[in-house]
């Protein structure tokens, strides 16, 4: 296994209250919206995300390797009449 250190930037919109995302089985334990996972270079992986907050809040997520975007969230929006957005999306580090 070919570990490499992938690190994640969390942007979330105005009135998002609370977010969290883990890659796999792993929390990313995030410090000011940003953490970081080990993850092995030759399997393909998932990234999970939830937040809270109002419909129309938005959470945004960029996912990166030695400076190269591996996997990214443009935005994810909380749909109508909910108060919780989320989502998962596949993706490899190569």
Known sequence: MA???TSF?????????????AVDDQDVVLNNGTGSVDLDNSQNH???WWFLGNPGNTLA???KVAGQEVV?????TIPGNQ??????KR????
């Open 3 to 5: 570990a490499k250190t």
């Open 91 to 94: 993706f490899s580090l190569t």
């Open 72 to 76: 990214s969230v443009k935005q994810s």
């Open 61 to 63: 997520i960029v996912g």
């Open 9 to 21: 930037e969390i942007t979330p919109g105005a009135g998002t209250q609370a977010y969290w995302i």
């Open 83 to 88: 108060i919780h957005g989320g989502g998962v």
């Open 46 to 48: 998932f990234l999970t």
